[in-house]
């Protein structure tokens, strides 16, 4: 992993001296001292490692990145689009709102590379601008550690395993616990409204559930979330197998271990799998607003 995220950072480290930082006049007027600060940091938070690429420059200019996407047909012109979609297109192939080309960057060519190469590594991209205060870029990827302590559960008739980093706590789904009439599910912790996911609904498991269900209290990043399930079987040491090329379009699972038993339990990739299930929800829920509309 190390060998790979060494063309990423280096190329984030370019565009940020080069794009990002003013130069000492510019930073002057701006009230900033003349030498500008780039930082790198790494941290790890849950079941992945959040690497960080931080500046004090300009930001990013998002009437440059909208009017160049426009010239380039990626969104049409005057069409609503959020401000994270917009800093997205910084990505796209041949992408760059350069004013000329140098010998660090400006071509185009790079962001898009550095995006493909953190999702082959199973991570994600975030992009955090400030006009006139700077960039930061989060690198997230997860723990592939050839074993982990994990967190065995049954949904079902089948069974995961959760990266144990990444549980807080375990707790009782209270009977009668389901959801409010827009579809949200929260459960009060301790005073604290931490939301839920049941993965019955997210894989789609047949059958009747058991009568008492689960939680598992996750971290993703700063979100904290319950995993509903069947059974808390236990804990275990997990040997990670990594999952074939057929199957690496599925992001809400890290790898496969193979149990004492010799049956194979899919281990479970949480932040991937939280944002998935955010987007069911959501899809569920304007469902059911377009129904009772």
Known sequence: MIEQLADPLVHLIRNS??????????????????????RLSASHRGAE??????????????????????????IAPGQPISEAELNRMIFQPGFSTAA????LSGRGVGMDVVKRTIDGLRGSIDVDTRPGKGTTMTLRLPLTLAIIDGLLVR??????????????????????????????????????????????????????????????????DTTRVGLVVDQI???NQTVIKQLSRLHSGL??????????????????????????????????RAETLGRAA
């Open 233 to 235: 079987i236990g804990n």
């Open 100 to 103: 000329q080309v140098t010998s």
């Open 17 to 38: 001296i080069d794009h990002g930082l003013e130069d000492a006049a510019r930073r002057a007027e701006s009230g900033k001292p003349a030498a500008g600060t780039l």
């Open 251 to 284: 992001k809400t699972f890290s790898g496969a271990t193979i149990l004492g038993d010799g049956t194979v339990a899919l281990i479970l990739d949480v932040m991937h799998l939280v944002a998935f299930g955010q987007k069911l929800e959501e899809r569920r």
């Open 49 to 74: 490692v959040a690497i960080t690429v931080s500046d004090d420059g300009a930001g990013l200019n998002g009437e440059r990145i909208r009017r160049r996407a426009e010239e380039a047909g990626l």
């Open 155 to 220: 949904v079902g008739e089948d069974r995961y395993t959760i990266p144990l980093a990444a549980v807080e706590e375990c707790l009782e789904l209270p009977t009668g616990v389901d959801g409010d009439a827009r579809g949200r599910s929260f459960l009060n912790v301790r005073g604290e409204l931490v939301p839920f996911l049941k993965l019955r609904q997210v894989f789609n498991t047949e059958g009747r559930p058991d009568p008492y269900q689960k939680v598992v209290v996750v971290a993703s």
